[in-house]
Each structure stands twice: as structure tokens, then as C-alpha cells.
């Protein structure tokens, strides 16, 4: 048996005792059921530091709350035996009326050893054996210093004198309190330099030691005003016998069972405002009071509503406060994704960014937000395309009034990384959705650029065969059929009347002819058969002014070659017929995946309403590029477009 084991069996041992001692003496005429009841309570603690010991076997921790118990129903014991006509009554008496110093030590000693043990360092040691130490000095002094007669029927063989008793307590007294601030102490080292597991045990533990307090403390104010008695402690005895043991038992082994940062900082900033609030009550009844009378209504009145006003303001501002101190991670991981938020609303940071933030406030570097689909075609990453690897996620849905609308993946952990995702997801509400509709817009986007391209090429591709069938079908009948006219005017006489109607027929065919072939080339220019460059210097021979090129031969589709010629010819229309210009530069030249064509003149500037542009936007715009014009401040114009050269 380990002897961890071994303290726990003698304490176990200690509590049977006392609680036998307990039981019979509210069997008793003269006692009555209330040590029962402690009694009881005392079951509690017991099996937990059984649990503890079993579940942890190296920890310290259980045999700690098992000699909390017996601390604790000891002096009880000794006092209801006290009460009892049994043997040595009057000595158990006198030993529960001096013995209270050592309800305490097993409380200081499961403040030194939790979560892990005796801090390291000889003073710790000291500090250990002087925590039942002091309960024996803080006795003996009562002992030595005060007459213990009736009910007590004990005195001690050596009283010190009246002169020498009141220093000899006072300094008993200060050093059980020595010892309990250095127990407090521990704790405090202990969280400032422990890991995040063991601060969060320690505010277990932290949570319900103030619940205690707070216990103890009501307890004082019912028993003071006579309404319950002694019975007014069993809320106290229910916080040291249960609320502490359970709270260690789950800082133990699961201390990432509850959000107990965010409970503590909500108890703590509750208390904090309870007591200004009512301090501001006191204090305002007494103003009035001492101003306007002690029985002024109205001072009174304005007292509460003033509270009133100000709980609900002064309990934001402690509870933030406290939540940077006791909850820190979660307060600085709502104000991380409350400021990201409020850049997505004021424009400087694009929604898309909220997984990389999610990842930094959670510390998950591999958590994955997936969104749904508003196409409905299942789960979608944030470029609305990729896909996730296989491996042991955990899910976190992300839900609205009506519908799914993702999950968060994170990597198994503990409770606590969950929570904190929950929390974020929570917090980011608004920029995940904004990306999820974003995702929506964007395809929509895309399947209208490219619906508008099929389009746009389908029109081309038909104006070609429009051309073709223009040149190879009615032209050359039409040509043949000149042919043929001609043909039957050289066999009849030159002074025959029809040959004049005949050369009449081939001049008018011929005509058409021409119109057709120019129908044709606005289709397509012709030109573009040898390329873009020289389609364009044709174009530049036929202008009247002086015409610059910097034309790359680039290789692109179609779409993209009859788009560039067009804007190089409608901004030349454009410069002869607005601009008064001297000189005109034509540069078209590959930059990437980007065609840039650019037409810049020399002329007034200014763009006048009837240039139109609004033309061109749309047939530039229809395969995907950009249309820009720019004027300079003294004169001169530069039309640019951005052509992809994929489209």
C-alpha cells in the first residue's frame, strides 16, 4: 500500500470516529439531529479523495481532501461529546473550545499541495510542518491563557500571568496567520508560473474557495441577527465539505469540464458590483439623509434609480476589467475577432481573411473553415473551390435561424479548444457569412463573364461564316452573273439598243459586289488574315496623320485579336474627329496574361458625349477586359484596354 493509501485509510479511520461520536450523540436525550447532518456531508469528501486516489494515484491531492473532512468533524466530535455525560466530557470540551485552529489545517494543506504537489524548496517544507505547528501553538496559548470552569470543568496545570497572556495570544494568532498568508502565497506563485493546465485547476479551486468565503460570510450576518442559530453555518459547511472537494475532484481529472474562466470572471464581476452598487446605495441614503431629513421619500427614490442607472454600465466596465485578469484568452480572443469585424465593416480587411483569424485566436494553426455551398452543392473552403484532406476532425457547425451554413474544423483536443472555437465562430458571425455570399456572388460573376464570352465568341465565330459565305456564295454569283451579261453583250451589234441596258445591269452588279465585300470586311476586316501588326498599319496608312507604332505580334484568341483592332480603330475615329490632334501613338504590347492596347493622341483632351465609348466599354467589357480613358491636365487623351489574352 502506497502511503498516500495509507494517510487516506487513517483519515477515513478519523472521520468514521468522529462521526460515530456524532451519530450517537444525536441519538442522545440531549443532543440532537444537526451533527447528523455534518456528519453526512462528510461522506462527500471522503469518496471523492477515494476517486482521486484511485484516478490519480500520484497526485497528493486526494489524501488532502480526505484529511479536510476529518479537520473538520474532529472538533465537532470533541464538542458533542463534550455535551454528552460521558467520561473525560469536560476535557473533550475544553479540547473543541481550543481546537478550532485545526479545522483549518487541512484546508492549508490542500492549498499547499494542489494540483501537483509541494512547491520545491526547503522553505515549502517549513512552511508544511508549521501549518499543524500553529495550530498547536494558537491551542496551547489558549490553553495556558485562559480558565476553562464551568461546562467545561478543565483547567490547565500552568495559567501564565494576566501581564504575559495578552502578548503570548497575539503572537500565536500571528503566526497561524503567517501561515495561512504563505499557504495563500503558494498559490499565487503557482499561478504566475504555471502552465495554462494548471491555472485553469487553479481557478477551479480559486471559484469555489470564494464561494466559501462568501458562504461564511452570510453566515456570520444570519447568525449575528439571531434568525436561524448555528444552523445559519450549514451553507458554510455545504461549501467546505462539498463545493471545494468536487471543485478539486474536477480539477483533477477533467478541469476542462466547464468554461470556468468565464465563470469565475462573471461571479467575481458580479460580487465586485453588488458591493459598489451597494456602497453607492449606503452612501446616497445617508446623503439624503443627512441633507434632505431621514425620512425624505424622494432622497431615497433618487438614490436607488441612480443605482439603478448605473449597475448595468459599472458591471460592463469591472467585467471587462476582471475578464483580462482572470479570463484572459477568452477576452482577447472576442476583442481579436471584434476588431477584424469591425475591419470587414469599415472596408480595410476582406472577410475572406477570417480563417487565418479564427486560427490565431483559437491557436489552431490547422483549423479549416468550410462554408455551404449557395449553389447547394455541398461543403466549399473560402476560395470556394478547394478541397479538404482526410484526417480526424472535429466539427463545429456553424448554424443560423434557418439553415446550415458550414463547419469549422479543428483537430481534436481538449474541451476547452472546442469552447474556444464555438466562442470564435460565434464572435465572426458576420464576415463568415459575408464569405459565404461573397463565394455565391463571385460564381454568379464568373458564370455571366463566361456565358458573355461563349456569346461573344459564338458572334464572332458566325460573323466569319457570315463573311465566308458572303465572299464564296452571293459575291461570286453575283460575279458570275456579270459574267454571263457581259458575255451576251459582246454577242449582239455595238449599236444595239440592249447592249447600253446590259453595261447599265453589270455597272449596278458590280456596285453591289463592292457593298458586299464592304458588309463583309465589317464583320471581320480582312486584314486581321495576316495578323494584328499588320491589320494595323494598314489601318494607320489610311489615317491622314502621322501614326507611331509599338506593336508586339503576341499570339492570342480570336476574340481578343478583332476586340484590339476595333479599339484601335474607334479611337482613331474618335481623334480625327474631336481631338485637333497633330500625332497619334499606337502601342500594343503583352504584359502576363494581359493584352494592353493603347491609343494616345496629342490633341485637346476632354472626352466628348458623343464619342462613343459606352460602345466600346461593352465590347472590351464582353471578353472580360477594362476600358480606361484618360485626359491630361494640359491637353492630350490616352484610351487604354486591358484584354485577357486567355478569353
Not at 508 to 517: I, K, M, N
Not at 558 to 577: D, I, S
Request: with cysteine; aromatic share 6%; proline share 5%.
Amino acid at each position: 500500500m502506497s502511503p498516500r493509501f495509507g494517510s487516506i485509510w487513517l483519515a477515513t479511520a478519523v472521520c468514521a470516529a468522529a462521526g460515530l461520536v456524532l451519530a450517537l450523540s444525536a441519538l442522545h436525550p440531549a443532543g440532537d439531529g444537526w451533527p447528523t447532518t455534518v456528519y453526512l456531508l462528510a461522506l462527500v469528501p471522503l469518496a471523492l479523495a477515494w476517486l482521486l486516489a484511485v484516478r490519480a494515484p500520484a497526485s497528493p491531492v486526494g489524501a488532502a481532501v480526505a484529511w479536510l473532512a476529518a479537520s473538520l468533524l474532529v472538533i465537532p466530535a470533541l464538542n458533542a461529546w463534550g455535551q454528552m455525560s460521558w467520561s473525560a466530557a469536560g476535557f473533550a470540551n475544553a479540547l473543541s473550545a481550543v481546537g478550532w485552529p485545526w479545522q483549518l489545517t487541512g484546508f492549508l494543506a490542500l492549498l499547499l499541495v494542489f494540483p501537483d504537489g509541494l512547491l520545491a524548496g526547503r522553505r515549502w517544507m517549513v512552511i508544511a510542518v508549521g501549518v499543524p505547528v500553529s495550530a498547536l501553538v494558537v491551542g496551547v496559548a489558549m490553553t495556558v491563557t485562559m480558565d476553562y470552569g464551568e461546562p467545561h470543568a478543565f483547567t490547565a496545570p500552568v495559567l501564565v500571568p494576566e501581564p504575559i497572556a495578552m502578548p503570548l495570544m497575539i503572537g500565536a494568532l500571528t503566526f497561524l496567520l503567517a501561515v495561512v498568508v504563505a499557504c495563500s502565497i503558494s498559490i499565487v506563485l503557482r499561478y504566475r508560473r504555471g502552465n495554462e493546465r494548471t491555472k485553469q485547476q487553479l481557478r477551479w479551486l480559486i471559484l469555489a474557495t470564494g464561494a466559501v468565503v462568501a458562504l461564511m460570510v452570510a453566515s456570520w450576518i444570519v447568525n449575528s441577527f439571531g434568525l436561524i442559530g448555528e444552523a445559519a453555518y450549514g451553507a458554510f459547511l455545504l461549501g467546505i465539505l462539498v463545493l471545494v472537494p468536487a471543485a478539486v475532484a474536477i480539477a483533477v481529472l477533467r478541469y476542462d469540464l466547464f468554461e470556468i474562466d468565464r465563470i469565475l470572471s462573471d461571479s467575481v464581476a458580479w460580487v465586485l458590483t453588488t458591493l459598489i452598487a451597494a456602497a453607492l446605495l449606503a452612501g446616497g441614503v445617508v446623503l439624503t439623509g443627512y441633507l434632505a431629513g431621514r425620512d425624505s421619500v424622494i432622497g431615497l427614490t433618487g438614490s436607488v434609480f441612480l443605482v439603478a442607472v448605473l449597475v448595468l454600465p459599472l458591471y460592463r466596465r469591472i467585467h471587462g476589467a476582471v475578464g483580462k485578469v482572470l479570463d484572459r484568452d477568452r477576452t482577447v480572443l472576442v476583442a481579436q475577432i471584434e476588431r477584424f469585424v469591425m475591419r470587414v465593416r469599415d472596408g480595410s480587411a476582406e472577410p475572406e481573411e477570417v480563417e487565418q483569424v479564427l486560427r490565431s485566436a483559437v491557436r489552431d494553426p490547422q483549423l479549416t473553415l468550410l462554408l455551404a455551398d449557395p449553389a447547394g452543392t455541398g461543403l466549399v473552403d473560402l476560395t470556394g473551390t478547394g478541397q479538404v484532406a482526410g484526417g480526424d476532425w472535429v466539427r463545429v457547425p456553424l448554424r443560423t435561424a434557418s439553415a446550415d451554413i458550414g463547419v469549422i474544423l479543428v483537430r481534436p483536443g481538449s474541451m476547452r479548444r472546442l469552447r474556444r472555437a464555438k466562442l470564435a465562430a460565434s464572435a465572426a458571425r458576420l464576415p463568415i457569412e459575408v464569405s459565404r455570399l461573397r463565394i455565391g456572388l463571385r460564381r454568379a460573376l464568373t458564370e455571366v463573364d463566361e456565358s458573355r464570352r461563349r456569346l461573344v465568341s459564338a458572334t464572332i465565330d458566325e460573323r466569319r461564316r457570315l463573311e465566308r459565305d458572303l465572299h464564296d456564295g452571293a459575291q461570286q454569283q453575283l460575279v458570275a452573273i456579270g459574267m454571263q451579261l457581259r458575255a451576251a453583250q459582246y454577242r449582239l451589234r455595238p449599236d444595239d439598243p440592249v447592249s447600253g441596258d446590259l453595261d447599265l445591269a453589270v455597272e449596278r452588279l458590280e456596285a453591289t459586289v463592292a457593298e458586299l465585300r464592304r458588309l463583309a470586311h465589317g464583320v471581320r476586316p480582312a486584314s486581321l488574315d495576316d495578323g494584328l501588326p499588320a491589320a494595323l498599319a494598314r489601318l494607320g496608312a489610311k489615317c491622314p496623320l502621322p501614326v507611331d507604332f509599338v506593336v508586339e505580334e503576341t499570339t492570342s484568341s480570336e476574340v481578343v485579336t478583332v476586340t484590339a483592332y476595333f479599339v484601335v480603330a474607334e479611337a482613331m475615329a474618335n481623334v480625327l474627329k474631336h481631338a485637333r490632334a497633330s500625332r497619334i501613338g499606337i502601342t500594343v504590347e503583352r504584359q502576363g496574361d494581359r493584352l494592353h492596347v493603347a491609343v494616345i493622341d496629342d490633341g485637346i483632351g476632354g472626352v466628348p458625349a458623343d464619342a462613343g465609348l459606352t460602345a466600346l466599354r461593352d465590347r472590351v467589357g464582353s471578353v472580360g477586359g477594362r476600358l480606361t480613358v484618360i485626359c491630361g491636365p494640359t491637353g492630350g487623351t490616352t484610351v487604354e484596354a486591358v484584354l485577357p489574352c486567355a478569353s
